[in-house]
């Protein structure tokens, strides 16, 4: 094939992309993640978009594509995990990392929101798509405080904006003494004055005010219910008092980490928080982990905690090992249809974006995978992914450095190869 050749048809793919499809997937083992659980050889109808209709035998429209799926497993795209994707580039370049605020003067900046700097056009998007990850929670890192800033869900489709309500992150414990004072003790001091602020019980011009009056506001709308708290926290001691903390102020929380959150299981349970575990942590790495345990997702399930998942360290550039987070997880003790939840339903629920993603049941996007094999098995790959029914190019920058090196060296080295 001539380069020009393969130009071409890059383009008509790219074109091909740009409109959503009517799409029949046939004989498909259709993991809805939903109500309807597993269907084997179901059929699943896209019709503009959205799924229109799951069953058997049902009947192709005129002009839709239909795609046998040859009883392989048929699954919401998945989640990726609470990630920096499209605000951080290159980790070691700070010009491309947009996930944190550092102000010397009124450092609690929870108006701070990192979606302002979403890039959908940034290389680890396919990256992680071609890795059958649909949608993300934007996450803002602790910077010159222990409020980090808001975030919000973005769909990996290439479109710029987020769907659903911001969240708000917050980091507690050890990770942030840093931040407040050297003690954990200053981190509950510090949010109880931030809460009397936003409620009003503190005057707007005293000199000892902590947040900005865009802060207050921002922090007013989430004690008002409107959006969840996504706290990084790992010590069941902390987690017991965040749970009061939440109760007293009636506010929504969820738990990024929670190494220690199956020893307040029931707790967490009652309260209906739920909880984004690291389950390949398997030994203490600091002295708020000493309760580690690989069946910290099965512990909490089992006593009625929503599970998802949450991985520590370079979640962005490495999103597809949440597949191996929820595989680990099964393997010590977690159903499997709740592992595959806590890809799809219980983070699309726990963000407020149920209504658009992760499950498979008609009226919802048609944000689709199609795998080779069973989705929790890191030995299986996605073969194709739908995105509001446009089926997404399978390569990215990872996958077409690969085939170029894979090449045979022709008159000249693979480095002058196109």
């Known amino acids: 094939m001539t380069a020009k050749a393969a130009a071409l048809i890059a383009c008509m793919l790219v074109a091909s992309t740009a409109l959503a499809q009517d799409v029949l997937i046939r004989n498909a083992t259709v993991h809805t993640a939903g109500a309807q659980g597993t269907l084997r050889n179901a059929d699943v109808l896209v019709r503009n978009g959205v799924i229109q209709s799951v069953g058997n035998g049902l009947a ?11 009883g392989k497993a048929l699954t919401p795209a998945l989640f990726g995990g609470i990630t920096e994707i499209g605000i951080e580039e290159v980790s070691g370049e700070s010009s491309t990392d947009d996930a944190a605020v550092t102000l010397a003067n009124q450092p609690m900046r929870p108006e701070f929101d990192v979606t302002l700097a979403y890039n959908p056009a940034s290389v680890l998007v396919p990256v992680a798509r071609v890795e059958g990850i649909g949608f993300t929670l934007l996450g803002a890192t602790t910077g010159g405080s222990f409020i980090a800033g808001q975030g919000g869900v973005v769909r990996l489709d290439g479109s710029a904006d987020p769907i659903g309500p911001k969240a708000l992150f917050v980091r507690l414990g050890s990770g942030a003494l840093g931040l407040s004072g050297n003690s954990r003790a200053a981190q509950w001091m510090l949010l109880d004055q931030m809460v009397a602020e936003a409620r009003g019980r ?8 902590l ?7 921002t922090l007013a709308r989430y004690l008002a219910g409107n959006g969840r708290i996504v706290v990084a926290v790992n010590r069941a001691a902390d987690i017991r008092q965040l749970l009061r903390w939440s109760q007293r102020e009636q506010v929504r929380i969820a738990i990024a980490g929670g190494a220690e959150a199956w020893k307040l299981a ?26 580690t345990t690989l069946e910290n997702a099965a512990r909490l399930r089992a006593a009625g905690v929503p599970v998802g998942f949450h991985q520590a360290g370079d979640s962005s550039h490495n999103a597809r090992k949440i597949r191996q987070l929820a595989g680990n997880a099964v393997v010590n003790g977690l159903p499997w249809e709740d592992g595959l939840a806590g890809l799809t339903r219980v983070p699309a629920e726990a963000f407020g974006v149920a209504d658009r993603v992760g ?3 008609p009226g919802k996007l048609a944000d689709l995978v ?14 194709q992914v739908w995105l ?26 693979r ?3 196109k």
Do not use: K
């Open 60 to 70: 192709a429209p005129a002009g839709a594509s239909v795609v046998d799926a040859e």
């Open 202 to 209: 503190v005057p707007a011009d005293s000199p000892h005010a």
């Open 211 to 217: 947040l900005t009056p865009a802060g207050r506001a």
């Open 266 to 291: 029931p707790q967490l349970a009652q309260a209906r928080v739920p909880v984004f575990v690291d389950a390949l942590a398997a030994l203490p790495s600091d002295f708020d982990q000493i309760g």
């Open 359 to 361: 499950t498979i049941a």
């Open 370 to 383: 199609l795998w080779s094999g069973d989705p929790l098995d890191v030995a299986n790959t996605a073969e």
């Open 388 to 413: 509001g029914g446009r089926a997404m190019p399978m390569r990215s920058r990872q996958t077409e450095l690969r085939d170029r090196y894979l090449r045979d060296a022709g008159a000249l080295p």
């Open 415 to 417: 480095a002058y190869t």
